[in-house]
Nanobody, 122 residues
């Protein structure tokens, strides 16, 4: 497993932008999938976006498609989530997660960060 630390959350007005960062304790070159999830109060955690090693075949939830962009910098062992045109319904705790090897085939994220709060005011 790899230790993950998120940062970049905060309070922003509707229509604003934030960039979340996820720093890994080790090289992410061997990590097949890096993902961002979120959990709003009273709701189930949902997968927001993921990026595969090599940066191809990214995934976005319909609710964020066209507004959020996931990227990875393997040299810095960091994954980013650029969030634009934020809406109040984007308010949640955002978690970074990693899936490796066989677990990645079933999107079984075995390593998680502690989360960062994103609050979008109306």
């Amino acid at each position: 497993q790899v230790h993950l630390v998120e940062s970049g959350g905060g309070l922003v007005q509707t229509g604003g932008s934030l960039r979340l960062s996820c720093a890994a304790s080790a090289s992410i070159l061997s990590i097949d999938i890096m993902g961002w999830h979120r959990q709003a109060p009273g709701k189930q955690r949902e997968l927001v976006a993921f990026i595969r090693n090599g940066g191809s075949a990214n995934y976005y939830a319909d609710s964020v498609k066209g507004r959020f962009t996931i990227s990875r910098d393997n040299a810095k062992n960091t994954v980013y989530l650029q969030m634009n045109s934020l809406k109040p319904e984007d308010t949640a705790v955002y978690y970074c997660a990693a899936a490796q090897g066989v677990a990645a085939l079933t999107f079984n994220f075995g390593s998680w960060g502690q989360g960062t709060q994103v609050t979008v005011s109306s």
